[in-house]
């Protein structure tokens, strides 16, 4: 399984992108999909997780702001970023784990089988 993640890049605060994570070797309807980041000089955190039914959960620091999705034709998973905050600055990874994923370990970086390179987002103030 592979998992190539793009659309990193530098925007100013209030602004928007969107990142995109094409997966390869497994199906996005058939795993959980799941968005971290790491921020400079800290450790990865959870941003946004995808069941397979669809259901989403965000960090808290991200809700309102940010929505995972995904295009199931074309096996690729989104994470649409919008008012952005220097504070989102950071190394955002995808990451695809098994099916039946508990919510409760939706944040757990350990419970991921499979992850991408990483795509960097800077928001300046």
Request: with cysteine; net charge neutral; charged share 0%.
């Given at each position: 399984v592979?998992?190539?993640?793009?659309?990193g890049g530098l925007v100013q605060a209030g602004g928007s992108l969107r990142l995109s994570c094409v997966v390869s070797g497994a199906t996005v309807t058939s795993a959980t999909m799941a968005w971290f980041r790491q921020a400079p000089g800290k450790e990865r955190e959870f941003v946004a997780r995808l069941r397979y039914t669809g259901s989403q959960y965000y960090a808290d620091s991200v809700k309102g702001r940010f929505t995972i999705s995904r295009d199931n034709g074309k096996n690729t998973v989104y994470l649409q970023m919008n008012s952005l905050e220097p504070e989102d600055t950071a190394l955002?990874?995808?990451?695809?784990?098994?099916?039946?994923l508990i919510a409760s370990q939706a944040w757990n970086e350990g419970a991921y089988n499979y992850w991408?390179?990483?795509t960097l987002v800077t928001v300046s103030s």
């Open positions: 592979q998992l190539q993640a793009s659309g955002y990874y995808c990451a695809a784990g098994p099916m039946g991408g390179q990483g």
